[in-house]
């Protein structure tokens, strides 16, 4: 069974940080790119940036380019997402997920449609 799992959400003031992370388990997880999403209340669910299968390539949405960072530890099946500098606008649940298949291209990474599995999700909450 295929799990991915969240952690490191919460409260921040606008100019903080957080780490997220996402552990995976039931696949071969240095086989997949991996995602990050978020969807904010009312809206529809957001690309935030994606790593490839050997983290040599990395893609940030416009909005977090400069303040966020992915990486991935394939060794502990897990990805993170350093976010810094944070502002109101990035409040949101946000979720990892693991694209399976062979060949992505740039256009798939960025689409929610694209990924096969996903975690639940952990809310990031920035005051302003």
């Known amino acids: 069974q295929v799990q991915l799992v969240e952690s490191g959400g919460g409260l921040v003031q606008t100019g903080g940080s957080l780490r997220l992370s996402c552990a995976t388990s039931?696949?071969?997880?240095?086989?997949?790119?991996m995602g990050w999403f978020r969807q904010a209340p009312g809206k529809g669910r957001e690309f935030v940036g994606a790593?490839?299968?050997?983290?040599?390539?990395?893609y940030y949405a416009e909005s977090v380019r400069g303040r966020f960072i992915i990486s991935r530890d394939n060794a502990k099946n897990t990805v993170y997402l350093q976010m810094n500098s944070l502002k109101p606008e990035d409040t949101a649940v946000y979720y990892c997920?693991?694209?399976?298949?062979?060949?992505?291209?740039?256009?798939?990474?960025?689409?929610?449609?694209?990924?096969?599995?996903w975690g639940q999700g952990t809310q990031v909450t920035v005051s302003s």
């Open positions: 790593i490839s299968r050997s983290g040599g390539v990395i």
């Open positions: 997920a693991a694209l399976i298949s062979g060949q992505v291209s740039y256009a798939a990474i960025t689409e929610s449609r694209s990924y096969d599995y």
């Open positions: 039931g696949r071969t997880f240095s086989n997949d790119y």
